[in-house]
């Protein structure tokens, strides 16, 4: 099973970035048997899927709610997934979580086995 695990600043102020870590044990980024993401919930709102990084030769992929300010990528040696997450706003306040799973990406939470405990990140000045 693998194990995920979020890391970041919790408190930035509007149009800041931010770049949240999720690191990876049990299991390579490398993989192509795993694909993983990124997902958020905010207080009283369903999870929310944001990306998704592609095997090689795939396209990663991305909500319309944070596509162009939100990047995903990988760092193969160190075994991390990152989201890179520019001019933030109020409404990205919310929990973040990486989670992974086999076989492809999903924008359903359902379809994730293995999910890190979550960072806050809040949006406020």
């Known amino acids: 099973q693998v194990q995920l695990q979020e890391s970041g600043p919790g408190l930035v102020k509007p149009s800041q970035t931010l770049s949240l870590t999720c690191s990876v044990s049990g299991g390579s980024i490398t993989s192509n048997y795993y694909y993983w993401s990124w997902f958020r919930q905010a207080p009283g709102r369903e999870r929310e899927a944001l990306s998704c990084i592609a095997n090689i030769g795939g396209r990663n992929t991305y909500a319309n709610s944070v596509k162009y300010r939100f990047t995903i990528s990988r760092d193969r040696a160190e075994n991390i997934v990152y989201l890179q997450m520019n001019d933030l706003k109020a409404e990205d306040t919310a929990v973040y979580y990486c989670?992974?799973?086999?076989?492809?990406?999903?924008?359903?939470?359902?379809?994730?086995?293995?999910w890190g405990q979550g960072t806050q990140v809040t949006v406020s000045s």
């Open positions: 989670a992974s799973r086999r076989l492809g990406c999903s924008d359903s939470r359902d379809d994730y086995v293995d």
